[in-house]
């Protein structure tokens, strides 16, 4: 899945000439955090909540709110806001930008195509995908198998659990910490119920975690 297909399009933006105090009040307006800042089509920065703060007095000055609103409706968006940006493309992979996301700590990357701002994709969207993914907004049930890593092992939990007459909806696996010699597969099946597969999968030598437990 790729980034123009999740990312947020109608994004709201100011431009470099906006006054901080209508970038506050318009973050306070829509619940968010942060703006792109734009000239004409194209982005040139971006505020944040706490750039705000960090520009509009220190911790030790004490402002009445009349002064507060005289100092930000005298400072612009381009004398504040954050020039190195870290863009994506509407072809990046999901996988990049939450990668990107996770390595910088921040909360979104704005989508650029040929300099133009053509969207914006939060942490919020990727955990959209990540539940889509998962199947968790479907009547299911999961069951968590550890397993060698021997090719042919993912396979094999399918064919059991096909063989109940059931139907996989989403499947995730990954590699256990360096050294073990095992994977962790998440299997979301079409059951409220988990105990038929969880005996299938035990019986036939599979270790099934269904269960949070402490490791040692």
């Known amino acids: ?28 307006e829509h619940n968010i955090d942060q703006v792109p800042v734009v000239d004409g089509k194209k982005l040139v920065g971006i505020i944040t909540d706490k750039d705000i703060r960090q520009n509009a007095a220190s911790p030790a000055t ?22 190195d940006l870290i863009t994506v493309s509407p072809g990046t992979t999901i996988e990049e930008a939450a990668l990107l996301i996770n390595e910088k700590r921040i909360n979104s990357l704005p989508v650029v195509l040929n300099e133009e701002l053509v969207g914006i ?3 919020c969207d990727l955990l959209y995908v990540l539940l889509e993914f998962m199947g968790v907004d479907l009547e299911s049930s999961r069951v968590e198998v550890i397993h060698s890593r021997i090719s042919g092992e993912i396979a094999k939990l399918a064919n059991i659990i096909n063989s109940l007459g059931l139907t996989i909806l989403s499947i995730v696996s990954t590699v256990n910490r360096q050294g073990e010699d095992t994977r962790t597969t998440l299997i979301r099946v079409n059951t409220d119920d988990n ?7 035990e019986d036939a030598g599979y270790e099934v975690t269904n269960e949070y437990r402490i490791v040692k």
Do not use: C, Q
């Open 1 to 28: 899945m790729f980034v123009g297909r999740r990312m947020t399009r109608n994004v709201i933006t100011v431009d470099k000439d906006t006054t901080v105090l209508k970038v506050r009040n318009l973050l306070r």
């Open 62 to 83: 004490t402002l009445a709110v009349h002064e507060l609103n005289y100092l930000l409706s005298e400072m612009k968006a381009k004398d504040i806001m954050t020039r």
């Open 121 to 123: 994709i939060t942490t």
């Open 195 to 201: 105990r038929e597969v969880t005996r299938a999968l």
